[in-house]
């Protein structure tokens, strides 16, 4: 089935070492997208990919990076990992980047910070 | 913060019954979408409604928009204990590109066997 890949589903970290999360679609879709989910929180948009293009929300933090290496594929890298970051990453995607498509969410990844 | 508010944020009701949540946002909107999330699970994708629709159902979801106050609500009719989860209202501003989407506080509704 056509979906949305996480990897992995939990990871833990420490305080200061750099981590990267990964995701994967094999629904060709245009836009990809990280959220930032706090326990009990909404999710918080951190950037999106539109094809290459990269789009970072003014309050995402600079720690916070990402790649997208080609269509299928989107990194999220965080650099210095404080207890603070200690969230649920939900991967999304989009068929295309004009309002009104639906978003595909991944299963998560959910970080731990020692 | 273009993020919405929901009420309530936790709603218990028996199986059967119909649950209401409600989602408020601060800026006009091209649309609007509800998700669900199961406990510490991905989100899936509900009903989406334009900003030029005042309401729109799908099998047993029910959703209003009305955008001069800014607010929209689902109404689940005769639920079932499949249906515990959250909810959320997700926007999408007007004059954004990016099919960006700002997730409201979340329902965590609970319905009783």
């Known amino acids: 089935d056509a979906m949305v890949i996480q990897n992995p589903r939990y990871q833990v970290t420490q305080f200061g070492k750099p981590v990267t999360l990964s995701c994967s679609q094999t629904?060709?879709?245009?836009?990809m997208y990280w959220y930032q989910q706090k326990s009990s929180q909404a999710p918080k948009l951190l950037f999106h990919?539109?094809?290459?293009?990269?789009?970072n929300e003014a309050d995402t933090p600079d720690n916070f990076q990402s790649r997208r290496p080609n269509t299928s594929f989107c990194f999220l890298d965080i650099r210095s990992p404080g207890l603070g970051d200690a969230a649920m990453y939900l991967c999304?995607?989009?068929?295309?980047?004009?309002?009104?498509?639906?978003?595909?969410f991944g299963p998560g990844t959910r970080l731990t910070v020692t | 913060s273009q993020q919405g508010e929901e009420d309530p944020q936790a709603l218990s009701i028996q199986e059967g019954e119909n649950a209401t949540m409600n989602c408020s946002y601060k800026?006009?909107?091209?649309?609007l979408q509800w998700y669900r999330q199961n406990s510490g699970r991905g989100l899936v994708h509900l009903i989406l409604?334009?900003?030029?629709?005042r309401e729109k159902h799908s099998g047993r979801l029910r959703v209003t928009l009305d955008t001069s106050k800014k607010s929209s609500s689902l109404l689940i009719t005769a639920s079932r204990a499949a249906d515990t989860a959250s909810y959320f209202c997700?926007?999408?501003?007007?004059?954004?590109?990016?099919?960006?989407?700002?997730f409201g506080t979340g329902t965590s509704l609970t319905v009783i066997p």
């Open positions: 999304a995607t989009s068929r295309d980047q004009v309002p009104g498509y639906e978003q595909y």
């Open positions: 629904l060709n879709h245009n836009v």
């Open positions: 990919y539109y094809d290459k293009d990269f789009n």
């Open positions: 800026t006009s909107i091209n649309n």
């Open positions: 409604i334009r900003s030029n629709e």
């Open positions: 997700a926007t999408a501003p007007s004059g954004v590109t990016g099919n960006q989407f700002y």
